[in-house]
Protein backbone atom coordinates (compact mmCIF):
# COMPACT_ATOMS: atom_id res chain seq x y z
CA UNK A 1 0.00 0.00 0.00
CA UNK A 2 1.61 3.38 -0.83
CA UNK A 3 1.36 6.34 1.59
CA UNK A 4 -1.26 8.81 0.40
CA UNK A 5 -0.44 11.91 2.77
CA UNK A 6 0.99 15.02 0.97
CA UNK A 7 3.49 17.16 2.59
CA UNK A 8 2.59 20.35 2.99
CA UNK A 9 3.96 22.57 0.20
CA UNK A 10 6.26 25.82 1.06
CA UNK A 11 5.74 29.24 1.17
CA UNK A 12 7.03 31.65 -0.59
CA UNK A 13 9.26 34.72 0.58
CA UNK A 14 9.34 35.16 4.32
CA UNK A 15 7.75 31.86 4.82
CA UNK A 16 4.11 33.38 5.47
CA UNK A 17 1.69 34.55 2.59
CA UNK A 18 1.92 38.86 1.74
CA UNK A 19 -1.85 40.65 2.47
CA UNK A 20 -2.29 40.83 -1.15
CA UNK A 21 -1.23 37.28 -1.93
CA UNK A 22 -4.02 34.35 -1.71
CA UNK A 23 -3.83 31.74 0.84
CA UNK A 24 -3.17 28.12 0.05
CA UNK A 25 -5.56 25.77 0.27
CA UNK A 26 -4.95 23.31 3.59
CA UNK A 27 -3.73 20.18 2.52
CA UNK A 28 -6.36 18.62 2.82
CA UNK A 29 -8.75 20.90 0.64
CA UNK A 30 -6.02 21.21 -1.57
CA UNK A 31 -6.04 16.82 -2.08
CA UNK A 32 -10.06 16.66 -2.04
CA UNK A 33 -10.02 19.52 -4.77
CA UNK A 34 -7.24 17.79 -7.30
CA UNK A 35 -9.39 14.29 -6.51
CA UNK A 36 -12.78 15.85 -7.50
CA UNK A 37 -11.56 17.46 -10.31
CA UNK A 38 -9.88 14.16 -11.56
CA UNK A 39 -12.80 12.54 -10.95
CA UNK A 40 -15.19 14.99 -12.42
CA UNK A 41 -12.72 14.65 -16.26
CA UNK A 42 -12.25 10.92 -15.49
CA UNK A 43 -16.11 10.66 -15.46
CA UNK A 44 -16.32 12.16 -18.70
CA UNK A 45 -13.68 9.83 -20.20
CA UNK A 46 -15.14 7.02 -19.50
CA UNK A 47 -18.41 8.40 -20.49
CA UNK A 48 -17.06 8.54 -23.89
CA UNK A 49 -15.82 5.01 -23.55
CA UNK A 50 -18.45 3.80 -22.80
CA UNK A 51 -20.27 5.19 -25.72
CA UNK A 52 -17.65 3.62 -27.55
CA UNK A 53 -18.73 0.19 -26.60
CA UNK A 54 -21.72 0.38 -27.28
CA UNK A 55 -22.35 2.28 -30.29
CA UNK A 56 -23.69 0.75 -33.36
CA UNK A 57 -22.90 -2.40 -31.83
CA UNK A 58 -24.62 -5.08 -34.43
CA UNK A 59 -22.53 -3.89 -37.58
CA UNK A 60 -19.55 -2.36 -36.62
CA UNK A 61 -17.44 -4.64 -37.46
CA UNK A 62 -19.28 -7.26 -39.62
CA UNK A 63 -20.03 -10.35 -37.73
CA UNK A 64 -17.05 -13.31 -37.04
CA UNK A 65 -18.64 -17.10 -38.00
CA UNK A 66 -16.94 -17.72 -34.32
CA UNK A 67 -19.77 -15.35 -32.82
CA UNK A 68 -22.54 -16.71 -34.43
CA UNK A 69 -21.10 -20.65 -33.70
CA UNK A 70 -21.99 -19.61 -30.45
CA UNK A 71 -25.28 -18.52 -31.09
CA UNK A 72 -26.32 -21.29 -32.89
CA UNK A 73 -24.75 -23.62 -30.48
CA UNK A 74 -27.26 -21.42 -27.68
CA UNK A 75 -30.11 -22.14 -29.99
CA UNK A 76 -29.50 -25.70 -30.24
CA UNK A 77 -29.22 -26.18 -26.34
CA UNK A 78 -32.04 -24.04 -25.85
CA UNK A 79 -34.42 -25.90 -28.28
CA UNK A 80 -33.36 -29.55 -27.19
CA UNK A 81 -31.55 -30.34 -30.37
CA UNK A 82 -28.16 -31.91 -30.75
CA UNK A 83 -25.11 -29.95 -29.55
CA UNK A 84 -21.68 -30.40 -29.11
CA UNK A 85 -20.27 -28.63 -25.77
CA UNK A 86 -17.03 -27.87 -27.80
CA UNK A 87 -16.19 -24.85 -29.74
CA UNK A 88 -14.82 -25.56 -33.35
CA UNK A 89 -11.36 -25.89 -32.68
CA UNK A 90 -11.88 -28.50 -29.74
CA UNK A 91 -11.89 -26.20 -26.47
CA UNK A 92 -14.61 -26.59 -23.86
CA UNK A 93 -17.41 -24.50 -23.94
CA UNK A 94 -16.74 -21.41 -21.27
CA UNK A 95 -19.87 -21.53 -19.11
CA UNK A 96 -19.37 -17.91 -18.19
CA UNK A 97 -19.88 -16.72 -21.80
CA UNK A 98 -22.32 -19.19 -23.19
CA UNK A 99 -24.48 -19.26 -20.02
CA UNK A 100 -25.38 -15.65 -20.71
CA UNK A 101 -25.99 -15.90 -24.93
CA UNK A 102 -28.46 -18.87 -23.92
CA UNK A 103 -30.39 -16.77 -21.19
CA UNK A 104 -30.33 -13.76 -23.59
CA UNK A 105 -31.78 -16.08 -25.97
CA UNK A 106 -34.28 -17.42 -24.15
CA UNK A 107 -35.42 -13.83 -23.12
CA UNK A 108 -35.03 -12.23 -26.62
CA UNK A 109 -36.04 -15.25 -28.43
CA UNK A 110 -35.64 -13.46 -32.11
CA UNK A 111 -31.76 -13.85 -33.42
CA UNK A 112 -30.33 -10.47 -33.59
CA UNK A 113 -26.37 -9.79 -34.10
CA UNK A 114 -26.88 -7.11 -30.68
CA UNK A 115 -27.71 -10.37 -28.44
CA UNK A 116 -24.32 -12.44 -29.77
CA UNK A 117 -22.34 -9.19 -28.47
CA UNK A 118 -24.32 -8.17 -25.28
CA UNK A 119 -22.08 -10.83 -23.14
CA UNK A 120 -19.22 -9.30 -24.32
CA UNK A 121 -19.98 -5.53 -23.49
CA UNK A 122 -21.62 -6.83 -20.23
CA UNK A 123 -17.72 -8.22 -19.58
CA UNK A 124 -16.02 -5.13 -20.84
CA UNK A 125 -18.68 -2.43 -19.12
CA UNK A 126 -18.29 -4.71 -15.45
CA UNK A 127 -14.56 -4.88 -15.79
CA UNK A 128 -14.57 -1.01 -16.01
CA UNK A 129 -16.91 -0.56 -13.41
CA UNK A 130 -15.24 -2.43 -10.75
CA UNK A 131 -11.70 -1.99 -11.55
CA UNK A 132 -11.82 1.24 -9.27
CA UNK A 133 -13.95 -0.33 -5.66
CA UNK A 134 -11.84 -3.17 -6.13
CA UNK A 135 -8.31 -1.65 -7.06
CA UNK A 136 -8.96 0.70 -4.08
CA UNK A 137 -9.01 -2.16 -1.76
CA UNK A 138 -5.81 -2.69 -2.71
CA UNK A 139 -3.68 -0.18 -4.13
CA UNK A 140 -4.02 3.79 -2.84
CA UNK A 141 -6.99 5.23 -4.88
CA UNK A 142 -4.87 7.96 -7.19
CA UNK A 143 -3.60 4.36 -8.78
CA UNK A 144 -7.14 3.10 -8.95
CA UNK A 145 -8.06 5.82 -10.90
CA UNK A 146 -5.01 5.89 -13.37
CA UNK A 147 -5.99 1.88 -13.81
CA UNK A 148 -9.54 2.50 -14.62
CA UNK A 149 -8.92 5.51 -16.93
CA UNK A 150 -6.00 3.27 -18.38
CA UNK A 151 -8.74 0.27 -18.70
CA UNK A 152 -11.96 2.06 -20.06
CA UNK A 153 -9.50 3.51 -22.90
CA UNK A 154 -7.51 0.98 -24.01
CA UNK A 155 -8.40 0.35 -27.61
CA UNK A 156 -8.14 -3.42 -27.47
CA UNK A 157 -10.54 -3.44 -24.54
CA UNK A 158 -12.71 -1.30 -26.36
CA UNK A 159 -12.92 -3.78 -29.53
CA UNK A 160 -13.25 -6.85 -27.56
CA UNK A 161 -16.22 -5.45 -25.79
CA UNK A 162 -17.64 -4.79 -29.14
CA UNK A 163 -16.35 -8.25 -30.62
CA UNK A 164 -17.93 -11.70 -28.94
CA UNK A 165 -15.61 -14.14 -28.21
CA UNK A 166 -15.24 -15.52 -24.80
CA UNK A 167 -11.32 -14.23 -24.40
CA UNK A 168 -13.70 -10.68 -24.19
CA UNK A 169 -14.41 -11.71 -20.38
CA UNK A 170 -10.17 -11.88 -19.98
CA UNK A 171 -9.54 -8.57 -18.91
CA UNK A 172 -12.56 -9.20 -15.80
CA UNK A 173 -10.88 -12.36 -14.99
CA UNK A 174 -7.63 -10.63 -15.13
CA UNK A 175 -9.20 -7.98 -12.38
CA UNK A 176 -10.64 -10.22 -10.22
CA UNK A 177 -7.43 -12.43 -10.48
CA UNK A 178 -5.45 -9.73 -9.45
CA UNK A 179 -7.72 -8.17 -6.64
CA UNK A 180 -7.96 -11.77 -4.76
CA UNK A 181 -3.98 -12.25 -5.63
CA UNK A 182 -3.18 -8.77 -3.85
CA UNK A 183 -5.63 -9.30 -0.87
CA UNK A 184 -3.80 -12.84 -0.39
CA UNK A 185 -6.95 -14.60 -0.73
CA UNK A 186 -5.72 -17.72 -2.25
CA UNK A 187 -9.07 -19.18 -2.87
CA UNK A 188 -10.72 -16.96 -5.01
CA UNK A 189 -7.38 -16.08 -6.56
CA UNK A 190 -7.08 -19.76 -7.49
CA UNK A 191 -11.30 -19.77 -8.63
CA UNK A 192 -10.87 -16.94 -10.78
CA UNK A 193 -7.58 -18.14 -12.16
CA UNK A 194 -9.02 -21.38 -12.95
CA UNK A 195 -11.83 -20.20 -14.61
CA UNK A 196 -9.39 -17.79 -16.72
CA UNK A 197 -7.77 -20.88 -17.68
CA UNK A 198 -11.15 -21.94 -18.66
CA UNK A 199 -11.95 -19.50 -21.22
CA UNK A 200 -8.98 -20.08 -22.45
CA UNK A 201 -4.91 -21.99 -21.73
CA UNK A 202 -3.06 -19.27 -22.37
CA UNK A 203 -4.09 -17.37 -19.48
CA UNK A 204 -1.83 -19.51 -17.80
CA UNK A 205 0.37 -16.67 -18.72
CA UNK A 206 -1.80 -14.54 -15.52
CA UNK A 207 0.31 -16.92 -13.50
CA UNK A 208 3.79 -15.10 -12.97
CA UNK A 209 1.81 -11.88 -12.48
CA UNK A 210 -0.59 -13.11 -9.77
CA UNK A 211 2.45 -15.00 -8.22
CA UNK A 212 5.18 -12.06 -8.94
CA UNK A 213 4.20 -10.12 -4.97
CA UNK A 214 3.75 -12.67 -2.97
CA UNK A 215 6.61 -14.80 -4.28
CA UNK A 216 8.77 -11.20 -3.29
CA UNK A 217 7.38 -10.93 -0.31
CA UNK A 218 8.10 -14.25 0.67
CA UNK A 219 11.71 -14.25 -0.57
CA UNK A 220 12.48 -10.67 1.66
CA UNK A 221 11.10 -12.30 4.78
CA UNK A 222 13.09 -15.75 3.94
CA UNK A 223 16.31 -12.99 3.72
CA UNK A 224 15.36 -11.24 7.00
CA UNK A 225 14.65 -14.42 8.65
CA UNK A 226 16.94 -16.68 10.87
CA UNK A 227 17.46 -20.60 9.69
CA UNK A 228 14.32 -22.32 11.82
CA UNK A 229 11.65 -19.71 10.40
CA UNK A 230 12.88 -20.27 6.96
CA UNK A 231 12.26 -23.58 7.21
CA UNK A 232 9.18 -23.01 8.78
CA UNK A 233 7.89 -21.02 5.84
CA UNK A 234 9.26 -22.74 3.47
CA UNK A 235 7.26 -26.68 4.98
CA UNK A 236 3.84 -24.03 5.00
CA UNK A 237 4.24 -23.12 1.18
CA UNK A 238 5.52 -26.50 -0.72
CA UNK A 239 1.96 -27.75 -0.13
CA UNK A 240 0.00 -24.82 -1.52
CA UNK A 241 2.75 -24.59 -4.92
CA UNK A 242 2.70 -28.42 -4.87
CA UNK A 243 -1.16 -28.43 -4.73
CA UNK A 244 -1.82 -25.13 -7.39
CA UNK A 245 0.83 -27.19 -9.37
CA UNK A 246 -1.07 -30.23 -9.80
CA UNK A 247 -4.49 -28.99 -10.18
CA UNK A 248 -3.25 -26.27 -13.26
CA UNK A 249 -1.95 -29.64 -14.55
CA UNK A 250 -5.13 -31.43 -14.29
CA UNK A 251 -7.20 -28.36 -15.72
CA UNK A 252 -4.99 -27.92 -18.64
CA UNK A 253 -5.30 -31.59 -19.14
CA UNK A 254 -8.77 -31.89 -19.24
CA UNK A 255 -9.58 -28.25 -20.95
CA UNK A 256 -6.51 -28.09 -23.73
CA UNK A 257 -7.37 -30.49 -26.89
CA UNK A 258 -4.81 -33.13 -28.83
CA UNK A 259 -4.68 -30.47 -31.45
CA UNK A 260 -3.23 -27.32 -28.57
CA UNK A 261 -0.63 -30.26 -27.43
CA UNK A 262 0.47 -30.80 -30.77
CA UNK A 263 0.93 -27.24 -31.34
CA UNK A 264 2.39 -26.81 -28.25
CA UNK A 265 5.01 -29.03 -28.22
CA UNK A 266 6.03 -28.06 -31.41
CA UNK A 267 6.24 -24.24 -30.69
CA UNK A 268 8.26 -25.45 -27.64
CA UNK A 269 11.18 -27.08 -29.90
CA UNK A 270 11.29 -23.71 -31.10
CA UNK A 271 11.90 -21.88 -27.22
CA UNK A 272 15.76 -22.04 -27.78
CA UNK A 273 15.82 -20.40 -31.04
CA UNK A 274 13.59 -17.47 -30.10
CA UNK A 275 15.67 -17.28 -26.38
CA UNK A 276 18.68 -16.19 -28.69
CA UNK A 277 16.88 -13.98 -31.82
CA UNK A 278 18.14 -10.36 -30.89
CA UNK A 279 16.04 -9.22 -33.41
CA UNK A 280 13.19 -11.20 -32.72
CA UNK A 281 12.67 -9.75 -29.21
CA UNK A 282 13.08 -6.42 -30.55
CA UNK A 283 10.20 -7.22 -32.93
CA UNK A 284 8.35 -8.35 -29.76
CA UNK A 285 8.71 -5.65 -27.75
CA UNK A 286 7.69 -3.25 -30.79
CA UNK A 287 4.47 -5.64 -31.01
CA UNK A 288 3.55 -5.76 -27.80
CA UNK A 289 3.84 -1.76 -27.91
CA UNK A 290 1.61 -2.45 -30.94
CA UNK A 291 -1.19 -4.22 -29.16
CA UNK A 292 -1.53 -2.15 -26.37
CA UNK A 293 -1.61 1.62 -28.45
CA UNK A 294 -4.33 -0.30 -30.45
CA UNK A 295 -2.32 -0.91 -33.61
CA UNK A 296 -3.08 -4.67 -33.89
CA UNK A 297 -6.79 -4.51 -33.44
CA UNK A 298 -7.24 -1.56 -35.61
CA UNK A 299 -4.76 -3.65 -38.48
CA UNK A 300 -7.10 -6.96 -38.15
CA UNK A 301 -10.70 -5.44 -37.64
CA UNK A 302 -10.64 -1.51 -39.70
CA UNK A 303 -7.35 -0.75 -41.48
CA UNK A 304 -3.48 -1.50 -41.53
CA UNK A 305 -1.96 1.25 -39.89
CA UNK A 306 -0.58 4.14 -42.43
CA UNK A 307 3.15 4.38 -43.13
CA UNK A 308 3.50 1.47 -40.74
CA UNK A 309 2.78 3.87 -36.99
CA UNK A 310 6.63 5.01 -36.53
CA UNK A 311 5.24 7.78 -35.23
CA UNK A 312 2.84 5.76 -33.28
CA UNK A 313 5.66 3.17 -32.40
CA UNK A 314 7.99 5.84 -31.30
CA UNK A 315 5.42 7.91 -28.87
CA UNK A 316 4.38 4.40 -27.33
CA UNK A 317 7.62 3.22 -26.57
CA UNK A 318 9.68 6.41 -24.87
CA UNK A 319 6.28 6.52 -22.78
CA UNK A 320 6.63 3.05 -21.93
CA UNK A 321 10.13 2.81 -21.30
CA UNK A 322 10.44 6.15 -20.28
CA UNK A 323 7.59 5.92 -17.90
CA UNK A 324 9.70 2.54 -16.36
CA UNK A 325 12.68 3.69 -16.23
CA UNK A 326 11.72 6.82 -13.96
CA UNK A 327 9.52 4.23 -11.95
CA UNK A 328 11.81 1.34 -10.91
CA UNK A 329 14.77 2.69 -9.16
CA UNK A 330 11.31 4.78 -7.28
CA UNK A 331 10.09 0.96 -6.72
CA UNK A 332 13.40 -0.08 -5.43
CA UNK A 333 14.02 2.45 -3.14
CA UNK A 334 10.54 2.79 -1.53
CA UNK A 335 10.65 -1.62 -1.29
CA UNK A 336 7.31 -1.47 -3.06
CA UNK A 337 6.85 -5.51 -3.03
CA UNK A 338 3.67 -5.00 -4.92
CA UNK A 339 4.79 -2.92 -7.85
CA UNK A 340 7.74 -5.04 -8.27
CA UNK A 341 6.17 -8.19 -8.00
CA UNK A 342 3.61 -7.13 -10.33
CA UNK A 343 6.20 -5.38 -12.92
CA UNK A 344 8.56 -8.74 -12.33
CA UNK A 345 5.39 -11.24 -13.07
CA UNK A 346 4.60 -9.31 -16.16
CA UNK A 347 7.93 -8.95 -17.99
CA UNK A 348 8.70 -12.28 -16.85
CA UNK A 349 5.12 -13.96 -18.12
CA UNK A 350 5.54 -11.53 -21.71
CA UNK A 351 9.05 -13.04 -22.19
CA UNK A 352 8.05 -16.63 -21.14
CA UNK A 353 4.75 -15.94 -24.14
CA UNK A 354 8.10 -15.24 -26.67
CA UNK A 355 10.56 -17.87 -25.70
CA UNK A 356 7.85 -20.44 -25.72
CA UNK A 357 4.96 -19.03 -28.42
CA UNK A 358 6.98 -16.71 -30.28
CA UNK A 359 5.53 -13.48 -32.01
CA UNK A 360 1.92 -15.20 -32.80
CA UNK A 361 0.22 -14.42 -29.76
CA UNK A 362 0.64 -11.02 -30.39
CA UNK A 363 0.24 -10.88 -34.19
CA UNK A 364 -3.11 -8.79 -35.95
CA UNK A 365 -6.33 -11.57 -35.96
CA UNK A 366 -4.62 -13.53 -32.68
CA UNK A 367 -4.23 -10.82 -30.45
CA UNK A 368 -6.68 -12.26 -28.29
CA UNK A 369 -4.10 -14.94 -26.94
CA UNK A 370 -2.59 -11.94 -25.42
CA UNK A 371 -5.71 -10.56 -23.86
CA UNK A 372 -4.74 -11.38 -20.26
CA UNK A 373 -2.28 -8.69 -20.54
CA UNK A 374 -4.73 -6.28 -20.29
CA UNK A 375 -4.98 -5.95 -16.55
CA UNK A 376 -1.66 -6.65 -15.48
CA UNK A 377 -0.47 -3.88 -17.91
CA UNK A 378 -2.96 -0.92 -16.76
CA UNK A 379 -2.32 -1.51 -13.21
CA UNK A 380 1.27 -1.64 -13.48
CA UNK A 381 1.26 1.41 -15.85
CA UNK A 382 -0.58 3.06 -12.93
CA UNK A 383 1.67 1.75 -10.37
CA UNK A 384 4.37 3.33 -12.14
CA UNK A 385 2.41 6.97 -12.89
CA UNK A 386 1.56 6.96 -9.33
CA UNK A 387 5.08 6.54 -7.69
CA UNK A 388 6.33 9.83 -9.63
CA UNK A 389 5.27 11.92 -6.38
CA UNK A 390 2.05 12.33 -4.26
CA UNK A 391 2.46 16.10 -3.58
CA UNK A 392 -0.70 18.03 -4.43
CA UNK A 393 1.52 19.45 -7.73
CA UNK A 394 3.03 16.12 -8.66
CA UNK A 395 -0.54 14.71 -8.61
CA UNK A 396 -1.68 17.20 -10.89
CA UNK A 397 0.76 16.68 -12.54
CA UNK A 398 -0.19 12.85 -13.13
CA UNK A 399 -3.65 12.91 -13.65
CA UNK A 400 -2.97 15.44 -16.46
CA UNK A 401 -0.31 12.75 -18.50
CA UNK A 402 -3.45 9.79 -17.47
CA UNK A 403 -5.98 12.25 -19.21
CA UNK A 404 -4.17 13.00 -22.09
CA UNK A 405 -3.36 9.62 -22.52
CA UNK A 406 -6.50 7.75 -22.85
CA UNK A 407 -8.08 11.13 -24.95
CA UNK A 408 -5.03 10.26 -27.26
CA UNK A 409 -6.24 6.77 -27.30
CA UNK A 410 -9.77 7.22 -27.66
CA UNK A 411 -9.27 10.15 -30.17
CA UNK A 412 -7.31 7.51 -31.77
CA UNK A 413 -10.33 4.35 -31.94
CA UNK A 414 -12.21 7.10 -33.13
CA UNK A 415 -10.53 8.26 -36.09
CA UNK A 416 -8.71 4.65 -36.79
CA UNK A 417 -11.99 2.43 -35.91
CA UNK A 418 -15.24 4.09 -35.72
CA UNK A 419 -14.76 6.25 -39.17
CA UNK A 420 -12.49 3.77 -41.01
CA UNK A 421 -15.86 1.31 -40.20
CA UNK A 422 -18.27 4.22 -40.64
CA UNK A 423 -17.00 5.28 -44.22
CA UNK A 424 -15.15 2.38 -45.73
CA UNK A 425 -16.82 -0.93 -43.84
CA UNK A 426 -13.21 -1.87 -43.00
CA UNK A 427 -9.92 -2.49 -45.33
CA UNK A 428 -9.20 -5.62 -43.99
CA UNK A 429 -10.79 -9.52 -43.64
CA UNK A 430 -13.88 -9.54 -45.35
CA UNK A 431 -15.21 -11.36 -42.56
CA UNK A 432 -15.47 -8.01 -40.20
CA UNK A 433 -16.44 -5.23 -43.07
CA UNK A 434 -19.92 -4.50 -43.24
CA UNK A 435 -22.12 -1.59 -44.38
CA UNK A 436 -24.99 0.70 -43.13
CA UNK A 437 -27.03 -2.79 -42.47
CA UNK A 438 -24.45 -5.86 -41.64
CA UNK A 439 -24.07 -7.67 -44.98
CA UNK A 440 -25.01 -10.74 -43.83
CA UNK A 441 -27.52 -9.55 -42.29
CA UNK A 442 -28.85 -7.82 -45.09
CA UNK A 443 -28.45 -11.29 -47.40
CA UNK A 444 -30.46 -13.12 -45.39
CA UNK A 445 -33.32 -10.75 -45.24
CA UNK A 446 -33.04 -10.06 -49.28
CA UNK A 447 -33.45 -14.35 -49.32
CA UNK A 448 -36.56 -14.11 -47.52
CA UNK A 449 -37.91 -11.06 -49.27
CA UNK A 450 -37.16 -13.55 -52.91
CA UNK A 451 -38.95 -16.86 -51.30
CA UNK A 452 -41.65 -15.49 -49.58
CA UNK A 453 -41.44 -15.89 -45.24
CA UNK A 454 -42.66 -19.50 -45.27
CA UNK A 455 -41.68 -21.21 -48.53
CA UNK A 456 -38.78 -23.67 -47.88
CA UNK A 457 -35.80 -22.73 -49.33
CA UNK A 458 -31.79 -23.87 -49.09
CA UNK A 459 -29.17 -21.69 -48.65
CA UNK A 460 -25.48 -23.02 -49.92
CA UNK A 461 -22.88 -20.55 -47.85
CA UNK A 462 -19.51 -20.43 -49.28
CA UNK A 463 -17.52 -20.73 -46.40
CA UNK A 464 -17.18 -20.16 -42.45
CA UNK A 465 -17.68 -16.58 -42.30
CA UNK A 466 -20.76 -16.71 -44.12
CA UNK A 467 -22.53 -19.95 -43.20
CA UNK A 468 -22.76 -19.15 -39.31
CA UNK A 469 -24.20 -15.84 -39.33
CA UNK A 470 -26.83 -17.06 -41.96
CA UNK A 471 -27.65 -20.06 -39.77
CA UNK A 472 -27.99 -18.24 -36.82
CA UNK A 473 -30.24 -15.71 -38.42
CA UNK A 474 -32.11 -18.76 -40.13
CA UNK A 475 -32.56 -20.91 -37.04
CA UNK A 476 -36.55 -19.28 -35.86
CA UNK A 477 -37.01 -20.33 -39.45
CA UNK A 478 -37.35 -23.80 -40.02
CA UNK A 479 -37.94 -24.16 -43.18
CA UNK A 480 -34.83 -23.17 -44.00
CA UNK A 481 -32.03 -25.39 -44.56
CA UNK A 482 -28.69 -23.37 -44.54
CA UNK A 483 -25.70 -25.63 -45.87
CA UNK A 484 -21.97 -24.66 -45.86
CA UNK A 485 -20.33 -25.58 -48.88
CA UNK A 486 -17.29 -27.47 -47.57
CA UNK A 487 -16.52 -31.29 -46.71
CA UNK A 488 -19.29 -33.39 -45.10
CA UNK A 489 -21.99 -30.56 -44.40
CA UNK A 490 -22.52 -30.24 -47.99
CA UNK A 491 -22.01 -34.31 -48.73
CA UNK A 492 -24.86 -34.65 -46.20
CA UNK A 493 -27.55 -32.42 -47.15
CA UNK A 494 -30.44 -33.40 -49.03
CA UNK A 495 -29.50 -30.77 -52.20
CA UNK A 496 -32.22 -32.97 -54.69
CA UNK A 497 -35.18 -32.30 -52.91
CA UNK A 498 -37.76 -29.42 -54.79
CA UNK A 499 -36.55 -26.63 -52.52
CA UNK A 500 -35.73 -23.16 -54.03
CA UNK A 501 -32.01 -22.28 -53.64
CA UNK A 502 -29.71 -19.46 -52.89
CA UNK A 503 -26.11 -19.25 -52.78
CA UNK A 504 -24.31 -16.58 -50.80
CA UNK A 505 -20.81 -16.21 -51.18
CA UNK A 506 -17.87 -13.08 -51.31
CA UNK A 507 -17.51 -10.82 -54.21
CA UNK A 508 -14.73 -12.72 -56.31
CA UNK A 509 -14.64 -15.65 -53.94
CA UNK A 510 -14.73 -19.73 -55.62
CA UNK A 511 -18.99 -19.83 -56.10
CA UNK A 512 -19.46 -16.56 -56.87
CA UNK A 513 -16.73 -16.61 -59.88
CA UNK A 514 -17.95 -20.07 -60.66
CA UNK A 515 -21.12 -18.85 -61.24
CA UNK A 516 -20.14 -15.89 -63.12
CA UNK A 517 -18.42 -17.64 -65.57
CA UNK A 518 -20.42 -20.66 -65.96
CA UNK A 519 -24.34 -18.90 -65.21
CA UNK A 520 -23.47 -15.28 -65.43
CA UNK A 521 -27.51 -14.99 -66.38
CA UNK A 522 -28.75 -16.23 -63.33
CA UNK A 523 -30.29 -13.98 -60.98
CA UNK A 524 -28.38 -12.19 -57.97
CA UNK A 525 -28.27 -9.34 -55.91
CA UNK A 526 -24.85 -7.61 -54.47
CA UNK A 527 -24.62 -5.85 -51.10
CA UNK A 528 -21.80 -3.47 -51.15
CA UNK A 529 -19.50 -2.03 -47.77
CA UNK A 530 -20.07 1.48 -46.65
CA UNK A 531 -17.55 2.47 -49.42
CA UNK A 532 -19.61 1.54 -51.99
CA UNK A 533 -17.49 -1.79 -52.84
CA UNK A 534 -19.79 -5.03 -53.52
CA UNK A 535 -18.65 -7.13 -50.82
CA UNK A 536 -21.89 -10.22 -50.56
CA UNK A 537 -23.69 -11.84 -53.29
CA UNK A 538 -26.79 -13.70 -53.46
CA UNK A 539 -27.61 -16.07 -56.56
CA UNK A 540 -31.45 -17.18 -56.56
CA UNK A 541 -30.65 -20.83 -58.56
CA UNK A 542 -34.20 -21.69 -58.70
CA UNK A 543 -35.55 -24.61 -58.50
CA UNK A 544 -32.86 -26.55 -60.46
CA UNK A 545 -29.78 -28.84 -59.28
CA UNK A 546 -27.51 -28.79 -62.59
CA UNK A 547 -25.36 -25.74 -61.16
CA UNK A 548 -25.47 -27.09 -57.44
CA UNK A 549 -22.23 -29.57 -57.96
CA UNK A 550 -20.40 -27.01 -59.25
CA UNK A 551 -21.09 -24.57 -57.00
CA UNK A 552 -19.33 -26.92 -54.06
CA UNK A 553 -17.15 -28.33 -55.68
CA UNK A 554 -15.72 -25.14 -56.51
CA UNK A 555 -15.96 -23.85 -52.95
CA UNK A 556 -14.38 -26.98 -51.26
CA UNK A 557 -11.39 -26.50 -54.04
CA UNK A 558 -10.69 -22.94 -52.37
CA UNK A 559 -8.18 -22.20 -49.73
CA UNK A 560 -9.77 -21.98 -46.19
CA UNK A 561 -8.89 -19.00 -44.10
Not at 12 to 37: K, Q
Not at 71 to 91: C, E, F, I, W, Y
Amino acid sequence: MKDNRISPLPLEGNGRAGPDSPLPLPVEDRTRTIWRLGVGLAALLVLLAVVFRVAALERLPGLNGDEAYYGVAMLNVRDGHPQSLRTASGLPFNPGYLIPVYLLHVGHPIPSFTLLRLPALLSGLAAVLLAFPLLARVVDRWTALFATLLLACLPIAIAYSRFGWDQSQAPLLGLLCLYFALKRQVLGATASFLMGLWIHPLNVFLAPVLLGPTALAWWRARHDADAAERRARWYRLWPWLLGGTLLAGLVLYLLVPPFFVRLGTERMLDAGSNLVNLGGWAVYAVMVGDFLAGTTIYTYLSAPPPHGALLERLLVGILLVGLLLAAIPRFRQSQDTTALGLLGGTLLSLAAGYVFLGLSTVQPGWERYSMWLVMPACLVSALAVSSLGDSPTARSRQLAGVLAVCALLLGTFYLRYFQVLIRTGGEVHRAARTGSVEPKQAAYEAVVAWAGDDAPVTILAEDWWSYWPIRYLAHDRPSTQVVLCRGDRAKAADLTSPRRRFVVGFVDGPSDRWLAQHAPRTPQQTFNDAAGRPLLRVWDLGYGTELLAGVVEAAVAAPGD
